[in-house]
C-alpha cells in the first residue's frame, strides 16, 4: 500500500497523507520573532508578573512586580495564565482548565520519515499518543492526557504511576507503530496544555480571541495548535486592535 511505502514499519492498513506537515525549532522560531519585534523597536521586560491594570487617560496602567507600564494597547497571551490576565481588565469568564501532558522518548534503530497520528477520537480531550520527530534525528511519543488541578505540575511522578504510564504509552506505541520493547520508551518530561474544555465535556472547544476594554486584546485558550497558527493569530488581533496587516511580499 502507500502508506506501507512511506513508512514500511507501520502495521497500517490506511493512512491519511499531508505532505504539508513538517517541524520547526520552536526555541529558534520564538527568538527569531523576537529579533524582528525588537527590530521595530518592541522593548522585552521579562519577569514582570501582572498585579494590576487599570484604564489611564487614554492608556492602560499595568501595575507588575517590576514597577509600572503604560501601554496604548495590550495584548494577553499568556498562555496557561492568560484567562487570570484577563480578570484584572474585568474578563469574566472564560476558564482554563489544565491539562498536562507527559512524553516518552523512542529510542530505536528503525527510521521514520513522517509524523504519525492515530486517528483521533473525537470525545478525547487529545490527539492521541503520536510520534513527533525531532530536528536532531530524535523522537518523541505523547503527549497523553492527565487533567490537574495545578496550573504548574510540572514534577515527575512517583516510581509506581510513572511504571503504570509507561505501560500505556508502550501499549499506545505498539498500536501505532508495532511491537516495541518496553526499554525502548524512556521518560522524557511534561507540558500543560491551557484548554478551556472542563474535564466532564466531550467536546473541545475553540480558542478565544477577544478585546475588552477597548485596546486590550485577550488570546485564551490558545493550545494546539496555536503554535501553528500563531503567524496567523498575531494579524487577527493586530486587525481586532485596528492596524492594518502588513502588505505581502
Given at each position: 500500500?502507500?502508506?506501507?511505502?512511506?513508512?514500511?514499519?507501520?502495521?497500517?492498513?490506511?493512512?491519511?497523507?499531508?505532505?504539508?506537515?513538517?517541524?520547526?525549532?520552536?526555541?529558534?522560531?520564538?527568538?527569531?520573532?523576537?529579533?524582528?519585534?525588537?527590530?521595530?523597536?518592541?522593548?522585552?521586560?521579562?519577569?514582570?508578573?501582572?498585579?494590576?491594570?487599570?484604564?489611564?487617560?487614554?492608556?492602560?496602567?499595568?501595575?507588575?512586580t517590576?514597577?509600572?507600564?503604560?501601554?496604548?494597547?495590550?495584548?494577553?497571551?499568556?498562555g496557561?495564565?492568560?484567562?487570570?490576565?484577563a480578570?484584572?481588565?474585568?474578563?469574566?469568564?472564560?476558564?482554563?482548565?489544565?491539562?498536562?501532558?507527559?512524553?516518552?522518548?523512542?529510542?530505536?534503530?528503525?527510521?521514520?520519515?513522517?509524523?504519525?497520528?492515530?486517528?483521533?477520537?473525537?470525545?478525547?480531550?487529545?490527539?492521541?499518543?503520536?510520534?513527533t520527530?525531532?530536528?536532531?534525528?530524535?523522537?518523541?511519543?505523547?503527549?497523553?492526557?492527565?487533567?490537574?488541578?495545578?496550573?504548574?505540575?510540572?514534577?515527575?511522578?512517583?516510581?509506581?504511576?510513572?511504571?503504570?504510564?509507561?505501560?500505556?504509552?508502550?501499549?499506545?506505541?505498539?498500536?501505532?507503530?508495532?511491537?516495541?520493547?518496553?526499554?525502548?520508551?524512556?521518560?522524557?518530561?511534561?507540558g500543560?496544555?491551557?484548554?478551556?474544555?472542563?474535564?466532564?465535556?466531550?467536546?473541545?472547544?475553540?480558542?478565544?480571541?477577544?478585546?475588552?476594554?477597548?485596546?486590550?486584546?485577550?488570546?485564551?485558550g490558545?493550545?494546539?495548535?496555536?503554535?501553528?497558527?500563531?503567524?496567523?493569530?498575531?494579524?487577527?488581533?493586530?486587525?481586532?486592535?485596528?492596524?492594518?496587516?502588513?502588505?505581502?511580499?
Amino acid at each position: 500500500s502507500e502508506s506501507q511505502a512511506l513508512e514500511p514499519s507501520i502495521p497500517a492498513i490506511a493512512a491519511l497523507h499531508c505532505p504539508q506537515t513538517g517541524i520547526v525549532d520552536v526555541h529558534e522560531l520564538v527568538l527569531s520573532l523576537r529579533a524582528a519585534a525588537e527590530r521595530e523597536g518592541a522593548v522585552f521586560v521579562t519577569g514582570a508578573r501582572l498585579t494590576g491594570a487599570a484604564v489611564d487617560g487614554g492608556g492602560h496602567r499595568l501595575v507588575t512586580t517590576r514597577g509600572e507600564l503604560i501601554a496604548s494597547q495590550v495584548v494577553n497571551a499568556a498562555g496557561l495564565a492568560a484567562d487570570e490576565i484577563a480578570a484584572h481588565f474585568g474578563v469574566q469568564g472564560p476558564t482554563i482548565h489544565p491539562c498536562r501532558g507527559d512524553y516518552f522518548r523512542l529510542v530505536t534503530p528503525t527510521l521514520y520519515r513522517q509524523l504519525i497520528y492515530p486517528v483521533r477520537d473525537r470525545t478525547h480531550a487529545g490527539l492521541g499518543i503520536h510520534l513527533t520527530l525531532e530536528r536532531g534525528g530524535g523522537y518523541r511519543l505523547g503527549p497523553d492526557v492527565t487533567w490537574v488541578d495545578r496550573r504548574d505540575d510540572f514534577a515527575d511522578r512517583e516510581a509506581a504511576p510513572l511504571a503504570v504510564k509507561h505501560a500505556a504509552f508502550h501499549a499506545a506505541a505498539e498500536r501505532l507503530l508495532g511491537p516495541l520493547a518496553p526499554d525502548q520508551l524512556r521518560y522524557d518530561g511534561c507540558g500543560i496544555r491551557p484548554k478551556l474544555r472542563a474535564p466532564h465535556e466531550n467536546e473541545e472547544k475553540d480558542f478565544v480571541l477577544t478585546q475588552q476594554p477597548p485596546g486590550v486584546a485577550h488570546l485564551i485558550g490558545i493550545e494546539s495548535p496555536g503554535l501553528t497558527a500563531a503567524l496567523d493569530l498575531a494579524e487577527r488581533t493586530a486587525a481586532l486592535l485596528g492596524h492594518a496587516a502588513p502588505p505581502a511580499e
